[in-house]
């Protein structure tokens, strides 16, 4: 299992890096641990533009001029967790609902109309009420309509996984939140979400289940970000040795507005964000990096080509929220209200192809001859 060292040691090894290490991890062609250290230092703001030219370049290498589109959809507000950060927290009183799954398929296809082909299933934490028979059924309704179908639901069992993905659930999103262990104990205040170390494990549980891609990441807005930066870094490194076919994407939700009225403990700017995301497209070539709607137009704008690789669009984080826009209960509100043809088009005036789908079905095949090998 892997293991986050200590939180304040990670701030340590930040903090000492010097602007000669920056300088020296700049002109390196794979970048380090260490070096990943030196360019989430303050000492590497000044070099700000020198990052976003190289995580630029990089980018192009390794993606070229596309950029995947995606959009969530939210089948439950019902969580029986209480996390102090989010809207959908048990403590909160918003209007609750969870789709039938002849709500959630009508739901998925005004998504397939507007011209999406991988949405991203999203539940609270509430297996009574979307449970693994509920996702399984869903999956199995959707998966020849759609190109990709990933999840974003309470952490899994690794047997569960693999039904799943026989189901046609090619991908799991799931964030440590933070990797702050002090931190998490003061944000997670009841529910099974309490466990730092169940959480933590559960990349690993989906990968070995034989997810085709598995997403990372920390909320930003509740630790320190360079240290949740590192320790990103550490897990995605320990995943990629452990899981080597698998792929893997980091994500950057920002906190956004929610019901229960959360205020950032350890603030994030947009700088920060960026440099974040230049830092760890550096040290990773190929990882995938995800901007969401959290992030507004002008910045979501701004970061094309500059090391993200796939933005949502159109998102409502309400279930039922496509059919009915001016439903009660979203998680959060969102920054970025365009829709995919607003998205694309800025991306197009880029230079940039936007894509629909992010893999091949006959992959599939592949994944699931190997599974059972
Ligand atoms: S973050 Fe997830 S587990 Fe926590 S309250 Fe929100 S939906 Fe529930």
Redesign the pocket.
């Known amino acids: 299992m892997f293991t986050v060292p200590d939180f304040a040691h990670l701030q340590q090894w930040i903090i000492r890096s010097t602007e000669d290490d920056v300088r020296r991890a700049l002109d390196r062609e794979h970048v380090d641990i260490h070096d990943l250290a030196a360019l989430l230092s303050p000492r590497a703001e000044k070099y700000l533009p020198q990052m976003a030219a190289r995580s630029s370049r990089i980018t192009l290498q390794r993606f070229g001029h596309v950029t995947q589109l995606y959009a969530p959809l939210y089948l439950s ?1 019902l ?5 102090a ?6 403590g909160n009183r918003i209007p609750r609902r969870t789709l039938t799954l002849n709500e959630a398929e009508q739901e998925a296809m005004i998504l397939h109309e507007r011209g999406f082909q991988h949405i991203l299933l999203v ?4 297996p009574k009420a979307a449970g693994v028979d509920y996702l399984e059924e869903l999956a199995l309704r959707l998966r020849d309509r759609f190109a990709a179908l990933s999840i974003e639901v ?1 952490p899994l069992e690794q047997a569960e996984y693999e039904r799943l993905f026989r189901a046609g659930v090619t991908a799991v999103a799931v964030y440590q ?1 933070t990797y702050d262990r002090a931190i998490y104990q003061q944000v ?1 205040l009841a ?1 099974r ?1 309490c466990d730092y170390d169940y959480r933590l494990d559960t990349p690993a549980r989906a990968a070995a289940a034989g997810m085709r891609e598995i997403g990372i990441g920390s ?1 930003l807005g509740l630790a320190d970000w360079r240290a949740e930066g590192l320790a990103l870094a550490l897990h995605l490194q320990w995943l990629r040795k452990q899981f080597w076919r698998t792929s893997f994407a980091i994500s950057f939700p920002r906190l956004r507005p929610a019901a229960g009225e959360f205020q950032p403990l350890a603030p994030v700017s947009e700088k920060n964000l960026s440099q974040l995301i230049f830092a760890l497209r550096l040290f990773d070539h190929n990882v995938g990096l995800l901007l969401s709607t959290r992030e507004e137009e002008r910045f979501r704008n701004g970061m094309i080509g500059l090391g993200p690789t796939r933005y949502s669009a159109g998102s409502c984080t309400a279930p039922g929220g496509y059919s009915q826009p001016d439903i009660e209960g979203e ?1 959060f509100s969102v920054g970025d209200h365009r829709n995919l043809a607003e998205v694309s088009d800025a991306l197009i005036a880029k230079g940039f192809d936007p894509v629909y789908k992010d893999w091949d079905k006959e992959f599939q095949v592949f994944n699931l001859e190997s599974l059972s090998s």
């Open positions: 507000n969580c029986v967790n209480r996390c950060y989010c809207g959908f927290s048990a539940t609270g934490e509430a309470q939140e997670h529910g979400k909320l998680q």
